[in-house]
C-alpha cells in the first residue's frame, strides 16, 4: 500500500513543492498532506485507507458532497457521447439559461474553464467597455491568479514570505509591476471615491479568503452607487457565494445588483468550469459581436456543463435553507468548543459559509483578519485532523458544509472539536 509519505515524496520530485495547487499545501500547518483516494458524501479516504468528514468539499465546488449519485450519473452519460468537440452544444445553453434565471442581473452568460478565467476576461470586458484602465479591487480579496488581481490578495497568498510581495503590490514573483499599475488597493467595507478612469470594481460581496468577513452595512450599495455616479462597471466575484449563498447568490441576499458577476466552483458540480455574466449591452462587447477577445477550447466543456446542471437541479430554496440552518448549527457548536476551552475565536457564519479567526473580535479589514493567531490554527487543524476531521490547511480558508453534512455529521464534528480545543488551550499553556 502506498503511504501518503511515499507519495508526498514521489509528488515533490514531479510537482513543485508537492501539490497542482498551493491551498493543498501543508506548509502553513506543517506536516504531509493526505492524499485523497476516494469520497463519498460528507466523508473522504486517502490512500493509506484513513476516513475523514469532509469541511473542505473541494473548496466549495463540491456542495451536494463527494459522488453524488445524479451528479455522477449525469457526467457518465455525458462522457458515453464524447468528451469535447469544440463545437456548441445543447447543455451549454441550458446552463447558461438557469444562471440567468436564478441571477435575472445576467442576462448574457459566457462560459469559461475556470473562476480565474472568469475574473481575468470581466476585467478585460469592463475595460474594453468603458475604454478606462484603472480597476479597483480589496486587499484580502482573492480573485484568482491573474496579474492585475493578485495583489494583497487572501487565500494562500495570505501564507507568502512577505518579501515576495513587497507592500502587496505585485502580490507574486514573476509579475512585473507594470501589470500592476493600473490596479488600486481599498480596504474591504471602505466604499472609495472614484473618479472617471476607473473601469471597474471587482469585490467579493462577502469575503470568504481572508477568513470570513461579510460586508458592512452600505458597504455594497455606496459600491453600487459610487459607480453609477462615475460610469464604472461593478463586478461582484461570486465564485464562492454564487448558488451557494441561496438561490440567486449574494446579490439577491444584499439586494445589490452587479452589472457583471463571475462564476465557478458549484456551476460545475465538481468539474472544472468558470463563468461570467451581466448586462447584455456589456456582453455583447465579447467577440464575435465586439472588439473585446475571450476564447477558450474547453469552454462549455459537455462533462462539466452536465455536471453542473444536475448540481443547480438538487438545489431549490428549501434546500439553500437547510443547508444554511446546518451551516449555523455546526458554527454554534464550534463556537461552544472554543469557549468551553477558553480559547477566544469568533465562529462567523455568511449563509452555508463558517470562517474562523482565532482572536476575540471580529475582523472587518485584511488587516484585522491578519491578525488571527495563524500557529494555534495549525494546531487545532492537526488535532482535528488526528481526529477524523478535515479543514483547509491554511487559517484563511472557510468550510464548505453541504447537503452531506446532516445532523450525524455536525454533531462528530463538534464533538471532535471539543477536545482539539482543549488541545489547543494546552498547547498555549505549555508555551
Not at 497542482?20 to 479516504?45: H, I, K
Amino acid at each position: 500500500m502506498t503511504t501518503n509519505e511515499e507519495l508526498f515524496e514521489r509528488a515533490q520530485r514531479a510537482i513543485p513543492g508537492g501539490v497542482n495547487s498551493p491551498v493543498r499545501a501543508f506548509r502553513s500547518v506543517g506536516g504531509t498532506p493526505y492524499f485523497v483516494a476516494r469520497g463519498e458524501g460528507a466523508r473522504v479516504w486517502d490512500v493509506e485507507g484513513t476516513e475523514y468528514l469532509d469541511l473542505v468539499q473541494s473548496y466549495g465546488a463540491v456542495i451536494a458532497g463527494h459522488a453524488h449519485p445524479r451528479i455522477v450519473e449525469a457526467i457518465r452519460a455525458a462522457a458515453g457521447d464524447g468528451t469535447s468537440y469544440g463545437a456548441p452544444t445543447a447543455r451549454e445553453v441550458l446552463l447558461a439559461e438557469e444562471i440567468g434565471r436564478r441571477v435575472p442581473s445576467c442576462e448574457k452568460v459566457r462560459m469559461v474553464s475556470s473562476g480565474t478565467e472568469a475574473t481575468m476576461t470581466a476585467l478585460r470586458l469592463a475595460r474594453g467597455a468603458t475604454g478606462r484602465s484603472r480597476v479597483v479591487k480589496f486587499a484580502g480579496n482573492y480573485h484568482g491568479h491573474g496579474d492585475a488581481l493578485l495583489a494583497e490578495s487572501g487565500s494562500a497568498v495570505a501564507h507568502l514570505d512577505p518579501a515576495h510581495s513587497p507592500g502587496g503590490v505585485p502580490g507574486s514573483a514573476g509579475v512585473p509591476p507594470a501589470a500592476v499599475t493600473d490596479t488600486v488597493i481599498a480596504p474591504y467595507n471602505d466604499v472609495p471615491e472614484l473618479d472617471d478612469t476607473v473601469a471597474c470594481v471587482i469585490v467579493e460581496p462577502v469575503a470568504a479568503n481572508m477568513g470570513l468577513v461579510a460586508p458592512g452595512e452600505g458597504f455594497l450599495a455606496g459600491l453600487r452607487a459610487e459607480c453609477d455616479r462615475v460610469g464604472a462597471v461593478l463586478i461582484f466575484d461570486e465564485v464562492i457565494t454564487g448558488f451557494r449563498l441561496g438561490w440567486g447568490g449574494a446579490q439577491e441576499a444584499f439586494g445589490v445588483t452587479p452589472d457583471l458577476t463571475c462564476f465557478g466552483k458549484v456551476i460545475g458540480g465538481g468539474l472544472n468550469v468558470g463563468a461570467f455574466g451581466g448586462r447584455a449591452d456589456l456582453m455583447d462587447h465579447l467577440a464575435p459581436l465586439g472588439p473585446v477577445y475571450q476564447a477558450g477550447t474547453l469552454s462549455g466543456n459537455p462533462l462539466a456543463t452536465a455536471a453542473g446542471l444536475a448540481a443547480l437541479d438538487l438545489l431549490d430554496r428549501d434546500a439553500h435553507r437547510w443547508i444554511t440552518g446546518q451551516a449555523e448549527r455546526l458554527a454554534a457548536g464550534l463556537q461552544q468548543a472554543f469557549a468551553a476551552a477558553g480559547v477566544d475565536a469568533v465562529v462567523a457564519t455568511a449563509g452555508p459559509l463558517i470562517g474562523l479567526h482565532l482572536g476575540a473580535t471580529a475582523p472587518t479589514t485584511y488587516a484585522e483578519a491578519r491578525t488571527t493567531d495563524e500557529a494555534g490554527y495549525a494546531t487545532f487543524f492537526h488535532a482535528m485532523l488526528r481526529r477524523g476531521v478535515a479543514m483547509a490547511p491554511g487559517a484563511y480558508e472557510v468550510m464548505f458544509p453541504g447537503l452531506a453534512h446532516d445532523d450525524a455529521v455536525v454533531d462528530r464534528i463538534v464533538e471532535v472539536a471539543g477536545e482539539a480545543a482543549l488541545e489547543l488551550a494546552a498547547s498555549r499553556r505549555a508555551r
